[in-house]
């Protein structure tokens, strides 16, 4: 048996703090844009990108430190900063000088993102008080 | 998440930026001047997207079409590439009274458009207030990841 894992016990929350993060960059980086001439709003595909992220984390199997890519496409947690990913968001309302921010929904958006960020610290922070209750033999 | 501090701040310099702009063209609407060449025109920031690696191709020129994206790139905020003088039509007054009137007469008043620069003045400071925002909601998720684990 291996010491800890924490990509084992921690689950999907590692990468989805991640994503979340990066998403809540690209996300402002939108509204910082909201008058750029030309500027076109980006996003992340956040659940194809944990699904590829959890599928990379399935395919390592337990115990073993390595993660295995058995696709090309698959994301070790180092990976998921790869850029290509970024796609562009279709506007409702496309304007004239040719941006396509729409700043309610970006806040929207941005707000959601942060409650999700603060959902996944909730999950990560309860994972980590049942391994010290682990550790600690305390119910 | 740190970008994110960068990000906004770049947001909140280019819309200050635009303000004094509008400051400036709202104070001068009325700089009267007795040639075409002296009188104040009115000026606009030109706003451009930064990228990754787009940093160090600014060479002066401002062309914001330019500045595309390649694909996947991912966004560093907005940067203002400079400032240009609106090229519309100038007010040219007769007013043979007025000490800076010329030969025939005639005094040359900006072109400051003083609604535009009123609906400019207030999109620019939604978008400052929208900046602040996301400072804030980024300060709020850095200081909760933080904690944490404890």
Redesign the interface.
């Known amino acids: 048996m291996p010491a800890i894992s924490f990509s084992n016990a921690l689950g999907v929350h590692e990468s989805a ?1 991640y994503l979340r ?1 990066r998403r ?3 996300l ?13 709003a ?1 996003d992340v595909d956040f659940n194809a990108l944990l699904e590829q992220a959890s599928a990379g984390q399935r395919a390592s199997g337990f115990g073993s430190d390595t993660p295995s890519r058995t696709n090309s496409k698959h994301l070790n947690l180092g990976d998921i900063e790869a ?4 796609l562009y968001r279709t506007p409702n309302q496309p304007s004239i000088d040719g941006n396509t921010v729409e ?1 309610h929904q970006e ?1 929207a958006r ?2 959601k993102n ?1 409650q999700d ?2 959902s996944t ?1 909730y999950f ?2 309860s994972k ?1 008080r049942g391994l010290q209750n682990a550790i600690r033999g305390e119910v | 998440m740190n970008n994110i501090f960068d990000i906004a701040g770049s947001g909140m310099t280019a819309q200050s930026v635009r303000i004094n702009t509008v400051a400036s063209n709202l104070a001068n609407a009325q700089s009267a001047a007795s040639s075409v060449d002296q009188v104040y025109r009115a000026r606009h920031p030109v706003f451009s997207a930064v990228h990754a690696n787009a940093m160090a191709e600014q060479n002066g020129a401002i062309d914001p079409w330019a500045n595309a994206p390649t694909e996947g790139q991912e966004g560093l905020g907005v940067q203002v590439l400079g400032i240009t003088e609106s090229q519309a039509p100038l007010d040219r007054r007769f007013e043979p009274g007025h000490p800076l009137a010329d030969k025939e007469g005639y005094v040359y008043y900006p072109n400051v458009n003083v609604v535009e620069e009123m609906a400019d003045m207030i999109s620019a400071s939604r978008s400052f207030q929208v900046n602040v925002e996301l400072l804030q909601s980024a300060k709020t998720m850095s200081q909760r990841l933080l904690s944490l684990g404890q």
């Open positions: 703090l993060s809540a960059e690209v402002s980086n939108n509204l910082a844009n909201a008058d750029t001439p030309n500027f076109k980006r850029n290509g990913d970024l700043e806040m941005f707000a942060g960020f603060e610290l990560l922070n980590f």
